[in-house]
Structure formats: C-alpha cells, structure tokens
C-alpha cells in the first residue's frame, strides 16, 4: 500500500556532510509524523531525528547542531541533512512514516528499506 524508498547514501570522510532523501509513495491519505533512525553494527536501533506534520522537530543529543531534519508535504518527502560527519555516524539509516490511507482509518507506520551511511578517511 505504501513504499518508503531512501537515497543519498554513501562513503564520507569525516567532517564531511551527506544529504538523505526518503520519499513516500501508494495509497497515501496523509502523513503525520516522519522521521530516521539508525542501526550500527551490534547496536540497536536508534531515532536520530523526528518531524511531526506541522514542522516541529526533535533530534537525538549525540547529532544536534549537526543534523537538520526537513519535509516536502507537496512531495511526501523528509530530508536529512548530515554535517560535521563523525565515524559514529555510520550506519544504516532507515526512515519512517506514520500515514494515514483513507478517512476514519488508523494510522500506520511504514519503514524504508535503509541507506547505508559510511563515514571513514
């Protein structure tokens, strides 16, 4: 019913900058909340940032100053722009979607398949 597909990953050095994309596509009636989180080897999966639909956001401390979160309503879309990259920061970056696909219907969350981040000299 709903697709999530991410891009934009890649090898970085550190203090470098990437930038994801994760668009959302099927039967959407509306988004709510969208957001990315990531899984490092061994490590559980964690949220990196969030946005709600009106533009609110919230991040993870370890990434503040260093990562803004973004949407594009019109193209159902949220952004992650990564700066000041640390080798920390690698991992696989998925994104979510909390959608809505029809009226008086339960919102669901939908997860993108994973980008991989890779931050290395």
């Known amino acids: 019913q709903v697709q999530l597909v991410e891009s934009g990953g890649g090898l970085v050095q550190p203090g470098g900058s990437l930038r994801l994309s994760c668009a959302a596509s099927?039967?959407?009636?509306?988004?709510?909340?969208m957001g990315w989180h990531r899984q490092a080897p061994g490590k559980q999966r964690e949220l990196v940032a969030h946005i709600t639909s009106g533009g609110s956001t919230n991040y993870a401390d370890s990434v503040k100053g260093r990562f803004t979160i973004s949407r594009d309503n019109a193209k159902n879309t949220v952004y992650l722009e990564m700066n000041s990259l640390k080798p920390e920061d690698t991992a696989v970056y998925y994104c979510?979607?909390?959608?809505?696909?029809?009226?008086?219907?339960?919102?669901?969350?939908?997860w993108g398949q994973g980008t991989q981040v890779t931050v290395s000299s």
């Open positions: 979510n979607a909390v959608v809505r696909v029809g009226i008086g219907i339960r919102a669901n969350d939908y």
């Open positions: 099927g039967r959407i009636f509306s988004i709510n909340a």
